[in-house]
């Protein structure tokens, strides 16, 4: 008999989720402590809180039997990292998620301070709580769970952990890419785990296995060499910015496919969906406004 996964040696669904749901005053609290760390990326007076939020990320996952380390980075933010190796034959999968958030200005906004878990109506609400924190916290009430289980079931615990938790996702930080770059081991894995998305729906789990993206590109059209009036020049002279949407316009077709040259438009979604209403809620469409692109089974 080999080494390796076995249905027999696996929790039943059951067992895991009864796992989990013990799990959830554990989660409230840590997610109380992490939200309330104001760890915005190179904010000036915020130095201490993105430290210290570093530490407790770094304390937590070594409690849970995770050996990570900070790694600071190029762009002076942190990021924890390590390893919990495999058992012979089993693969490792790399959990990311990220510990900073985006700042919280118009703090007179808010309905309760963004730096206390606050609930209201069954949900919970802080600065960062659905992006990362409460994915960090979601992982290490995994690795809490499975430590559990793995008294009953050891093959739970032989699979590899490479935790990842950054400290400047938000704010454009290129200090991972660079750690990337400079140490590709500290990164190896089989799967990686990215969590750092919401689900299609409220208590429907989901795994997202691709997601659009953005590349940001400057683009600067000149026309004349000096500002010339509209009524004397308009019309003839080239105006830069009707110049530039123009230019915007090719990117899309009249469907809103992309339309750029080796950028295809030709993968389609197989799996299952949110309904059209669903999704037009979750997206705030106003009525009357159609859905772009061919939006399989979500326009009528
Ligand atoms: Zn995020």
């Not at 530490?55 to 762009?75: K, L, M």
Request: net charge negative; glycine share 10%; aromatic share 6%.
């Amino acid at each position: 008999m080999t080494d390796s996964p076995t249905e027999q040696t696996s929790p039943t669904p059951e067992a895991a989720r009864a796992a989990m749901a013990a799990q959830m005053p554990f989660v409230r609290e840590a997610l109380t402590e992490l939200v309330a760390f104001r760890s915005v990326h190179s904010t000036p007076g915020l130095e201490k809180d993105n430290a210290d939020a570093a530490a407790w990320v770094v304390n937590s996952f070594r409690e849970v039997g995770i050996p990570v380390e900070p790694h600071v980075t190029s762009d002076g933010s942190t990021s924890v990292i390590g390893l919990r190796e495999p058992a012979e034959g089993f693969p490792t999968i790399l959990l990311y998620s990220h510990f900073d958030v985006q700042p919280a200005s118009d703090v007179e906004n808010w309905t309760a301070s963004p730096w206390e878990l606050t609930e209201r109506d069954g949900r919970w609400y802080g600065r960062g709580a659905a992006d990362c924190k409460g994915h960090v916290v979601m992982h290490l009430a995994v690795l809490r769970a499975l430590n559990e289980l793995a008294t009953e079931f050891p093959d739970v615990s032989k699979v590899g952990v490479r935790v990842l938790v950054e400290g400047s996702e938000e704010r454009g930080g290129y200090g991972l890419e660079d750690l990337l770059a400079e140490k590709p081991d500290l990164f190896a894995a089989d799967v990686f785990l990215i969590a750092d998305s919401g689900n299609d729906a409220l208590g429907v789990p989901a795994v997202g296995t691709a997601l659009r993206g953005t590349a940001p590109v400057t683009v600067t059209v000149e026309t004349l060499d000096q500002p010339m009036h509209s009524g004397q020049y308009g019309g003839a002279a080239p105006d830069a910015l009707l110049s530039l949407i123009h230019l915007l316009a090719t990117l899309h077709d009249d469907n809103g496919l992309v339309a750029v040259d080796g950028l295809d438009s030709d993968a389609r979604w197989e799996g299952r969906g949110p309904d059209a209403a669903t999704f037009r809620h979750d997206a705030g469409i106003l009525d009357g406004v159609d859905l772009l692109g061919e939006a399989q089974g979500l326009n009528p």
